[in-house]
Every structure is written in C-alpha cells, then in structure tokens.
C-alpha cells in the first residue's frame, strides 16, 4: 500500500470470515453430501473426500472445492465424483440448502458491535462470498449489520466469481472508491487473489476459516488471528 493511499473501504468474505467455518459449516457440508448421495452413507464419505473434506475429522483443505467453490462449482464437483443428482436441480437444493444454514450461523465475535465500530469511523463496508445473495442478506438481517453495509455480493449477483477481481470493482462502483482504497478480507487464496487481481490497497488474512498462516501467507499483506485485529491496524486504515 502507498503511503499516500488511505484505506477508506472494507469488503469481506462471509463464511470462515464473518462466521467460524467449523461451527457454521461442516453439519452443512455433511448434509450436503447426504442430499448428493441421496442418503447413501458411503457414497456421500467418498463425496466429501474428494471435495475436500475428511468425512471422520471434518478436516477441510486450504482452498479445496468446500472451501472456496461458490454453490455451481460444488454441485459439479459433486456431480463429476458420483453423485447422481441432476446438476442443475443439485445447485437449486443446495442453495436452499445454505439458504437456510444462515439461521444457524455462528459468528466470531459481535458482528454489529464490529461494523458499528468500522461505520463509526467513516468506513464503508461489504461483503463478497462465494454463497448466494440470499443467504449473504439473510445472514446480515440475523446478525443486525444490514444498516452498516454498503454492498453485498454473492456468487449469483452478477459480479463474477472469486478469485476474479468483479466482486471487489463492483464494491468500488458501488462507493465511489479506488480499488487501491480498499482492504480484502478472507479466509482462503480465492479471496486474497481476488484482492489482488482487483488491485486493492491490502489483502488481510483471518485464520477462522478454512485457510492456515502457511497457505495464505504469500498472498497476505496480514495475517490475523480474526477479524477483531483489523481494530488494531486502524490507525493506518483510518480514513481521512
């Protein structure tokens, strides 16, 4: 980031960002692969396998399919490792499916203390994830943050997906800001790729999600243990 660029607007990712990814997502996941496999319990171990999530730890790789794919790209994925659900009527039911998930959500801290904090200081705020628009919208009612946020992108607003740099260029569109005024905030690669391809003034790195310091460090300007530290690096991204 230039010394002379002051960081003026915040956009985050949701899940493993906003919301802890273990506690939110992986009943979700399971449940997904149940619905893929159409109840066949072993078929739907060998779905999560190979999306990217160890059916008896709940492991997830850094950057795999259930970590980073928005709702198309997992139903594909899904499909191409067995099941034999259509793939369009697949895509449907899962977003539905995380639809719902969003009144089940567990946030890492007090989002709406969190963002009163971020508006208070004249930042403008959003949020881009990989989900569908509905569950991002839902998730910001539940959460009382709907009045702070000025911008809400999923993977079926229009924007692109991650790590293409659309989400973040309709941020600026839609504040009036310079791509180099912005700050990416992520749990995987997908979001700080996304980030950089957009040209934004830092990328910021939380570990609540799916990603380790070790996967995310090179593409990071911060790593941070979540996203309450950003408090910490204000005096810097405080806006004129």
């Not at 009036?176 to 980030?195: C, F, I, R, S, T």
């Amino acid at each position: 980031m230039s010394a002379q660029t002051k960081i003026r607007g915040i956009l985050f990712d949701k899940d493993g960002t906003l919301l802890d990814y273990d506690e939110s997502w992986l009943p979700v996941n399971r449940e997904l692969a149940r619905i893929a496999a159409e109840d066949d319990a072993v078929l739907a171990d060998h779905l999560l396998a190979e999306c990217g999530m160890d059916p008896v730890t709940g492991h997830i790789i850094p950057d795999s399919l259930l970590a980073a794919g928005n709702t198309r790209q997992i139903a594909e994925g899904l499909v191409a490792a067995g099941s034999k659900v259509d793939m369009i009527e697949l895509t449907i039911k899962l977003d539905n499916l995380f639809a719902n998930a969003a009144e089940f959500s567990v946030p890492v801290t007090d989002l709406a203390a969190f963002f009163g904090r971020l508006h208070g200081r004249g930042f403008k705020l959003g949020i881009a994830s990989s989900d569908n628009e509905r569950s991002i919208r839902q998730t910001a009612q539940r959460f009382g943050i709907s009045e702070f946020v000025d911008y809400i992108a999923g993977y079926d607003s229009g924007f692109g997906s991650k790590p293409e740099p659309g989400m973040v260029l309709g941020f600026c569109a839609a504040t009036g800001l310079q791509p180099e005024e912005v700050a990416m905030v992520g749990d995987n690669n997908h979001d700080l790729h996304m980030g950089r391809n957009a040209k934004t003034g830092l990328t910021i790195a939380v570990l609540t999600g799916t990603g380790s310091r070790e996967s995310l460090s090179a593409s990071a300007d911060h790593v941070l243990d979540d996203i309450t530290h950003i408090d910490a690096l204000l005096p810097d991204l405080q806006p004129a």
